[in-house]
């Protein structure tokens, strides 16, 4: 055994420094599971982009892969520490420390111990905590410019809809009709969303990468500190050569968050084209929604009226369907809008799954941490493997964990897009040019209470007057 000299106060928060850096590996995973590969952005009943979603699943799985790879080859170097320190401690027969501990483990965290007076009793190169740099991510910025009227859209969407299904279930009292409602979903859920996925939600995937490197900086970093613990705490070639296996640690994790920040590109690329698709959705929602209103103005008017739905059922007793065709036509209308985006489903479908393929690349974070010499703790720190810094650097250098470019949508995509973005101008017809002369009793406005009632000489009653003449 060649010539030792420990230093045990420092030894023991070398031991500590150990447990608490396999705890901020624990702490930098479970925040990648959390934040970076959050699905919030594509938690939408029958999203287009779950291809991109479930693949988070599986980048989740990479950094515990890391993380339990990490563990087991610093199980080894813990060992080998510890072996050392035995058989040290047997020599010096000065100190007992709570060996079982000191790997952590199954053992338990390791808990520093009680020692006798010794001449250096200091922390030397305290850890930094990562904690900080973890922080909840904002949500992405929109980068684009939404159609003005979206907003106005959107709220108005739900009192046209409600509307509009009141008179749907009135409608289909009546013989031969029958109409299906409109969905009770907001128009971001129902339609918006579902098609291109939560883009400032997935700009907070982007933004947690980026606190992820942040924080994978600090852990690198506090590998070289322990290199310094390690120089106060062990002396002669075996302190040397464990510093040396813990500054290539440092080198591994900081490639590692250099990896993590490059594929928080993807998740902004996938921001960018996540908006593209809202921004056609949208302009499509207002142009859809125009036709609502007008809708919803025809069954105020001809349904939730007396007046009007007394006319109507006449109507209908006489001509059937032909007597809401032009509520039909809009409902219509209306639909194949909503049918025209989804119809975009196959395409985004692709281009999603190409996003899931450059997310893929994350699984080489798993081989950066895979070069990493493996120690054989029962060999103690002189026979650490041999590892030659630049031969590993070298090494470390040719894993080339690389995203690739953006893609975009493709063209095929982006030519539908334009298409869906064209706005025609077309507005609400508050003319309503449709009704022939003498509908203006059809048009008037309602309720009117008390009801109306027809006599059969054709004069209605009822209310605080009396129409004669008949119902057109």
């Not at 287009?48 to 199980?75: C, H, N, S």
């Not at 980026?210 to 106060?232: C, I, P, Y």
């Not at 799954?353 to 120690?375: G, N, S, Y």
């Amino acid at each position: 055994m060649s010539e030792i000299t420990i230093v045990w106060q420092n030894l023991d928060n070398l031991l500590t420094s150990m447990g608490q850096i396999r705890g901020q590996a624990v702490e930098i995973d479970d925040y990648v599971s959390t934040s970076v590969c959050s699905t919030a952005g594509f938690d939408y009943e029958a999203c287009v982009l779950r291809p991109i979603a479930d693949q988070l699943g599986t980048v989740a799985g990479y950094f515990t892969d890391v993380r339990e790879l990490f563990e087991r080859r610093w199980e080894g170097v813990q060992a080998s520490l510890v072996t050392t320190g035995k058989a040290h401690d047997r020599t010096d027969n000065e100190v007992s420390i709570n060996w079982a501990k000191a790997t952590g483990g199954s053992y338990g965290p390791y808990a520093p111990s009680t020692l006798p007076d010794v001449d250096i009793e200091v922390e030397l190169f305290p850890l930094q905590p990562v904690t900080p740099k973890l922080s909840p991510p904002d949500d992405g910025e929109s980068q684009l410019k939404h159609p003005e009227e979206f907003d106005w859209a959107a709220g108005a969407y739900d009192d046209a809809r409600d509307t509009i299904n009141e008179g749907i279930a009135k409608l289909n009292t009546l013989p031969q009709i029958h109409i299906t409602p409109l969905s009770s979903k907001s128009l971001r859920d129902y339609i918006v969303f579902p098609l291109s996925g939560n883009y400032l939600k997935i700009g907070a995937n982007a933004n947690a990468a980026t606190h992820t490197k942040d924080g994978m900086l600090v852990f690198a970093e506090n590998f070289v500190r322990m290199s310094g613990k390690t120089t106060a705490a062990v002396d002669g070639r075996a302190g040397g050569a464990l510093a040396l296996h813990i500054g290539l640690y440092g080198a591994v994790m900081g490639a590692v968050g250099v990896a993590v920040q490059a594929g928080g590109t993807v998740f902004n690329d996938i921001a960018k084209v996540s908006e593209r698709i809202a921004v056609a959705v949208e302009t499509a929602m207002v142009k859809m929604l125009k036709i609502l209103t007008r809708v919803a103005k025809k069954i105020i008017t001809k349904v939730l009226s007396w007046v009007g739905w007394l006319s109507l059922a006449i109507e209908v007793a006489e001509r059937g369907w032909a007597a809401i065709t032009d509520i039909w036509d809009d409902i219509v209308a209306a639909k194949d809008i909503i049918e025209t985006c989804w119809d975009l489903k196959e395409k985004i479908e692709a281009w999603a799954e190409r996003c899931a393929e450059r997310l893929d690349t994350f699984k080489e974070i798993v081989d950066l941490v895979r070069e990493l010499p493996q120690a054989r703790g029962e060999g103690g720190l002189e026979n650490l493997p041999h590892v030659q810094e630049t031969v590993f650097e070298n090494d470390l250098a040719q894993i080339d964990v690389d995203f690739g470019d953006d893609p975009g949508p493709g063209e095929d995509l982006e030519e539908d897009l334009d298409d869906l973005s064209a706005d025609d101008g077309g507005d609400v017809d508050d003319d309503t040019d449709d009704y022939e002369e003498g509908d203006d009793l059809i048009m008037a406005p309602g309720p009117i209470e008390p009801p109306l009632y027809v006599g059969e000489d054709g004069t209605v009653t009822g209310g605080d007057s009396t129409y004669s003449g008949g119902i057109v």
